[in-house]
């Protein structure tokens, strides 16, 4: 069964389409890389997907329903988001924002429950960052903070994860932490992923940990190249997309398999 269907989207602010003849699905423990330039429409997209865009035509389907006999934040049961970037206005603990991802399952003036704070408790375990717990969330740096909100995401218990550029502002380690805890995550509690992201090596990332992994190329509306990503991501498609001349290059892994990685070499 695929969790996410997206059929013949079509999206325009007023007279100006962003988006139109979009189409892709997504299964069980799979990966969907969504690139593109600044501008293409990919976070809009991504809106359509969590209901808060409306498409002008098309369809979108969650859990094989159609998206929108989904009542107001029950998607949230369904779809979990974290930002590109997420600004924090309160000193809230670590453990309070991660407690906020249980928020889908409470009532409206419903607090949370002794087994919402545990749930919490095991997603911080899990992520690996159970030694922020009591650290104020204002006081955190940008790669902790992504931490976070990934393991709220893991607390709202949600079978597919969107997020948008989510290594985007990080230093080169951080952003290497954070797609091995997206990769982890698939691999050990079968999530699926929607992720748009500006760098073409995430999906060889992916790809590269054993995990079926599509791409699509969104670019003046469309898209026009998809699938996988040794047969997406090439020099002619990337020089399309992005104006930049680069290749495609093999790389020996330490457990002696063959990891692929792009190099850019200049702009066009």
């Known amino acids: 069964m695929q969790l996410v269907e997206v059929h013949d989207a079509s999206f325009s602010y007023g007279e100006q389409e962003i988006f139109g003849g979009i189409g892709f699905s997504v299964g069980p423990g799979e990966v969907f890389c969504l690139l593109g330039p600044n501008g293409c429409g990919k976070t809009t997209l991504l809106d359509c997907i969590l209901g808060l865009h409306h498409l002008h035509s098309g369809s979108i389907l969650i859990g094989g329903r159609d998206a929108e006999s989904y009542r107001p934040g029950k998607i949230a049961r369904q779809i979990a ?7 924090p206005t309160f000193p809230y603990t670590v453990r309070e924002i991660v407690t906020m991802g249980r928020a889908a399952y409470l009532g409206l003036f419903e607090s949370p429950s002794q087994a919402d704070r545990r749930i919490a408790d095991e997603a911080l375990d899990h992520i690996g960052i159970a030694h922020l717990r009591n650290r104020p969330y204002t006081q955190l740096s940008g790669g902790e903070t992504q931490m976070v909100m990934i393991a709220r995401t893991l607390a709202q218990q949600t079978p597919v994860v969107i997020l948008d550029e989510p290594t985007a502002h990080l230093d080169f380690r951080y952003e290497l932490v954070i797609m091995e805890v997206i990769a982890g995550l698939v691999k050990e509690k079968g999530l699926s992923i929607i992720m ?7 999906a060889f990332h992916f790809q590269d940990n054993g995990i079926r992994t599509s791409v699509a190329l969104l670019h003046n509306g469309v898209f026009f190249a998809k ?7 090439n020099e002619d498609s990337l020089k399309s997309l992005y104006g930049v001349k680069a290749r495609v290059i093999s790389l020996d892994a330490e457990d002696g398999s063959t990891m692929k990685h792009i190099v850019a070499l200049k702009t066009m």
């Open 81 to 87: 988001y974290v930002p590109q970037r997420h600004e």
């Open 196 to 202: 748009a992201t500006h760098s073409p090596n995430h």
């Open 227 to 233: 699938g996988s990503p040794e047969s997406v991501l």
